[in-house]
T-cell receptor, first 112, second 115 residues
Framework: DQQVKQNSPSLSVQEGRISILNCDYT??????FLWYKKYPAEGPTFLIS?????DKNEDGRFTVFLNKSAKHLSLHIVPSQPGDSAVYFC???????????FGDGTTLTVKP | NAGVTQTPKFQVLKTGQSMTLQCAQD?????MSWYRQDPGMGLRLIHY???????DQGEVPNGYNVSRSTTEDFPLRLLSAAPSQTSVYFC??????????????FGEGSRLTVL
């Protein structure tokens, strides 16, 4: 049973528009949520995170929203840029257990 | 500042062979972990360590062994390679001054093919 799901394998948006990436989770023990960005032949890099006690966290063009009751989080990128084209992984952490679970990733393509 | 360094970057093994993937970090991170990524899938946790001398199993530990004798190094050993272990392996570390948060620093990956 997959505990972290990213239901959209791919997303294509026009440069300057908003990109919205979604993630659902099932485990109530998760208390910290993160987004990672990955380019081909590189390791994932941390992008933005949110604690379970918050519902929004902003960092420049990137905003993460958390809806605990729906067990859903989303990443908004505004405005999207061609350099944002990458695979985005959602991750959920059980900080007491010291473990993180990743989704399968969403490939974002931003067209000029 | 090198961050997390993995060697080798590429390796081809025959079924039954053993090998060790090396991982070293120079950030003085207490937490280190190994993940594997299969095509079209996310990263799955193999083993992790919260400090020197302490290791624990993740989601997919079978066929792998780890040890943590120093803070800097966390090698992953494949005991008897199988084609199902063909994957890209990522080592990651995290600071843990206030406990684990999940903010991981990843190496560039080691691509392993088992024939």
């Amino acid at each position: 049973d997959q505990q972290v799901k990213q239901n959209s394998p791919s997303l294509s948006v026009q440069e300057g528009r908003i990109s919205i990436l979604n993630c659902d989770y099932t485990n109530s023990m998760f208390d910290y949520f993160l987004w990672y960005k990955k380019y081909p032949a590189e390791g994932p890099t941390f992008l933005i995170s949110i604690s379970s006690i918050k519902d929004k966290n902003e960092d420049g063009r990137f905003t993460v929203f958390l809806n605990k009751s729906a067990k859903h989080l989303s990443l908004h990128i505004v405005p999207s840029q061609p350099g944002d084209s990458a695979v985005y992984f959602c991750a959920a952490s059980d900080t007491n257990a010291g473990k993180s679970t990743f989704g399968d990733g969403t490939t974002l393509t931003v067209k000029p | 500042n090198a961050g997390v360094t993995q060697t080798p970057k590429f390796q081809v093994l025959k079924t039954g062979q053993s090998m060790t993937l090396q991982c070293a970090q120079d950030m003085n991170h207490e937490y280190m972990s190994w993940y594997r990524q299969d095509p079209g899938m996310g990263l799955r946790l193999i083993h992790y360590s919260v400090g020197a001398g302490i290791t624990d199993q993740g989601e997919v530990p079978n066929g792998y062994n780890v040890s943590r004798s120093t803070t800097e190094d966390f090698p992953l050993r494949l005991l008897s390679a199988a084609p199902s272990q063909t994957s890209v392996y990522f080592c990651a570390s995290s600071y843990s001054l206030r406990g684990y948060s999940g903010e991981l620093f990843f190496g560039e990956g080691s691509r392993l093919t088992v024939l």
